[in-house]
């Protein structure tokens, strides 16, 4: 492990960019990508909780047994999960609407258990800290460039507002569910093209 | 041995600090949820039958035991009068229950504005109940107490064409509505003389109510 | 069971016999010029528009990929002018020119290219497009609607729509005689039911397509029906309304035989033809769209590689 925090942050934003790279996580990726703002908070609720069970799971490595470690990182992952799902409901009523089920379904997402079980169990705090952001980070930005794609053609609206004139006709496919497999594999067709060179 | 005993140490320990951790913070956001909920769920049909209203309904609100239920009340003040209220009732409908939200006039007995919260009704069709305004307009000024029936039932309620099952369940809602009514007004005066007492936000004290 | 057509193969070398896939999808053009020109006498101008408009961008997204993924253009073997072609017999008259350039980009990257190119689509791209654009823009795709200001001396009421909301009843002075020689509504290549049968005949006759499949399709579709029919003839229409309109000719010619998404042999190429026909009628009768066939043949396409595993025994392999 020779490498710096610097490098664990940044390798989650491009190169372990976790939909398109790891193709970890598609199921709020499919879901939840109507539109930019859902996209968005569903990635930092991920990031939140992905940040804070990194770090715990870092902090308590050389406590917790290893025959009960998925166990206690599911019971850490949870608590942070009914943390935000908490917090969403008193703070950001609408956002939570619209999520629904799957905010308590980060519980499941295998990027954060992933990254728990891979990454922090076995290295110290600062980079579990680091790595947990880098791909929080990335996750949303995958997130939110695919709820980006999907609202302009599927509803013709950026961030709510209109993009195209009166005479678009929204591309309805898109922000409906056998859109969003056909718009990820698109992206991931594109991501593979910048990527080989 | 050793290893059991940390085993199970760890975790309950770990369930503990959790379990401790999400019932404070349950404590801690338990109003400002519920207030969100009503906000964002039934808060347009209830502000949409206040309109005009000069206090917040949202915020004066009370329960009273009806039998085994509990129900919340909202309380709208015009003119510095505190004589109505809004509540919920339910309706069958097509596709399950109907939502409604009932404002009445204490003082006349004649409801003040009638507001769908939540359907499941076919979109388009009996949707309707709730995006098209007319239809539930047509409540407005009517006496609470009388039943409610379409006209194909030989009743006053103007069906939507095309959501006659729908509209049944729309005027079931309401019959209902009426027969709450009758069942707690006694009460219902009671706390509103209450209200219009103190005429201060009782937030607080509606807790216990 | 049946009579298995034996090969026999005798040593190399091999001759050419001169069938490529440029042949083929010419072919399959050339059979289906008479629909199509018919198409073209009775709405006029917009459709050759359309009918153009979809060729050339079907070639150009097929150019478009080619240059992008860095594979040899293959525009030259004609297959991208052929789903151009097809796409646009589906389409009304009045598509706008975005409808038909989403649809090409649909029929030929994610229809046909992402998959491998020719040979690989597990759909047909024609199809898959019309699906899509069908979810997306129903108002555009719906005959009644767009065409209401084409008058004819027959009547242009959409026979499967007036038939889906009016019952039976309002399909009852419709000759299908009348509705096979075109004298009906639809896609611009969809509608005249007797150029579509010559042209599938002499596709089956070049050995282009296999009359297995039609043939199955179209008694899938007699059959069931039939059978709805007598049920209750007040309710559901009779077997040959159901020949002669919507997609149901060009689906049985042009559609259903589409090579890489149909099964190769003889049991399975019946399977395939005959569950399309029964679920394009199912979902004519009591689904919620008016015409099936798109639906159905997508249907039928997922269970090709399932039906495909009937075939006959490796000669000399101990199982």
Not at chain 3, 98 to 108: K, P, S
Request: hydrophobic share 50%; with cysteine; glycine share 10%.
């Amino acid at each position: 492990m020779a490498k710096s925090i610097t490098q664990e942050f940044v390798k989650g934003l491009w190169e372990e960019i976790p939909p398109f790279r790891l193709v970890l996580g598609l199921c709020p990726t499919l879901a939840v990508t109507k539109t930019i703002q859902d996209g968005i908070g569903m990635g930092v609720a991920t990031t939140f909780v992905l940040v804070c069970s990194n770090v715990l799971v870092s902090a308590m490595r050389n406590i917790i047994p290893s025959k009960v470690r998925i166990a206690a990182f599911i019971i850490i992952i949870a608590t942070f999960v009914t943390v935000v799902e908490l917090l969403m409901q008193a703070f950001t009523y609408p956002l939570f609407l619209s999520l629904g089920i799957f905010i308590p379904l980060i519980v499941v997402n295998c990027i954060v258990l992933g990254r728990a079980e891979a990454f922090a169990s076995k290295n110290a705090i600062m980079h579990s800290l680091a790595d947990g952001l880098g791909i929080g980070i990335g996750f949303t930005l995958a997130l939110a460039s695919l709820g980006a794609v999907r609202e302009v053609f599927g509803s013709g609206t950026f961030w709510g507002a209109p993009v195209f004139g009166p005479s678009f006709h929204p591309f309805s496919f898109m922000i409906e569910a056998p859109g969003a497999f056909v718009c990820l594999g698109l992206m991931l067709c594109i991501m593979n093209l910048v990527g080989k060179k | 041995m050793r290893e059991l005993i940390k085993m199970v140490v760890v975790l309950t320990v770990l369930s503990a600090f959790s379990g401790g951790l999400l019932a404070s913070l349950r404590n801690g956001t338990k109003d400002k949820i519920e207030y969100q909920q009503l906000k964002f769920v039934k808060g347009p049909a209830i502000l949409d039958i206040f309109k005009g209203a000069t206090n917040n309904p949202l915020l004066d609100r009370f329960k009273l035991k009806d039998g085994t239920v509990e129900r919340s009340f909202f309380v709208g003040k015009f003119n510095g009068k505190t004589d109505t209220v809004a509540f919920e009732s339910y309706g069958k409908g097509f596709g399950g229950d109907i939502g409604l939200m009932v404002g009445v006039n204490l003082d006349t007995n004649k409801i003040v504005g009638v507001g769908v919260t939540t359907l499941s009704e076919t979109p388009g069709v009996g949707s309707r109940a709730k995006t098209d305004p007319s239809f539930v307009a047509q409540f407005k000024g009517r006496p609470l107490e009388e039943t409610f029936k379409v006209k194909a039932d030989g009743g006053q309620v103007d069906a939507l064409s095309g959501a006659t099952v729908t509209s049944r369940g729309v005027a079931a809602g309401l019959t209902d509505a009426g027969l709450i009514y009758k069942r707690l007004k006694p009460e219902l005066e009671k706390k509103l003389k209450n209200f219009s007492t103190k005429a201060v936000k009782t937030k607080k004290g509606e807790k216990n109510g | 069971m049946f009579e298995q057509k034996k090969f026999t193969v005798s040593h190399a070398p091999f001759w050419h016999v001169g069938s490529s896939v440029s042949t083929r999808s010419y072919n399959i053009i050339f059979a289906a010029l008479p629909a199509v020109l018919f198409g073209v006498f009775t709405y006029g101008i917009p459709a050759v528009g359309v009918i153009a408009l979809s060729v050339s961008s079907a070639i150009t997204w097929e150019i478009a990929f080619n240059k992008v993924a860095k594979r040899p253009p293959c525009i030259g073997d004609g297959n991208a002018a052929m789903i151009g072609l097809l796409l646009a017999m589906l389409l009304p008259a009045t598509a706008p020119w975005w409808l038909v350039i989403t649809g090409t980009f649909v029929a030929v990257i994610i229809g046909k290219q992402i998959y491998g190119g020719i040979g690989a689509n597990p759909f047909n791209p024609v199809l898959v497009s019309l699906a899509i654009l069908t979810l997306s823009w129903k108002n555009f795709l719906d005959f009644n609607e767009v065409l209401v200001n084409y008058d004819f001396s027959y009547p242009m009421a959409y026979p499967l729509a007036s038939l889906k909301h009016f019952g039976v009843f309002a399909i009852s002075n419709l000759k299908p005689a009348a509705l096979l020689m075109g004298q009906q509504s639809g896609g611009i290549g969809a509608i005249f039911g007797l150029g579509l049968i010559l042209g599938g005949i002499y596709l089956i006759i070049r050995g282009y397509i296999r009359w297995e499949i039609s043939i199955s399709f179209l008694a899938g579709v007699w059959i069931t029906a039939l059978l709805f029919n007598m049920a209750d003839p007040a309710h559901y229409a009779g077997p040959v309304f159901h020949l002669v309109t919507g997609y149901t000719l060009i689906g049985a010619f042009f559609l259903a035989t589409e090579d890489s998404s149909s099964p190769v042999n003889f049991i399975p190429m019946l399977i395939y033809g005959a569950s399309a026909g029964v679920l394009t009628v199912l979902i004519r009768n009591i689904g919620a769209f008016a015409d099936g066939v798109v639906f159905a043949i997508l249907i039928a396409n997922l269970i090709n590689p399932l039906v495909d595993k009937i075939r006959p025994k490796a000669l000399g392999k101990v199982i």
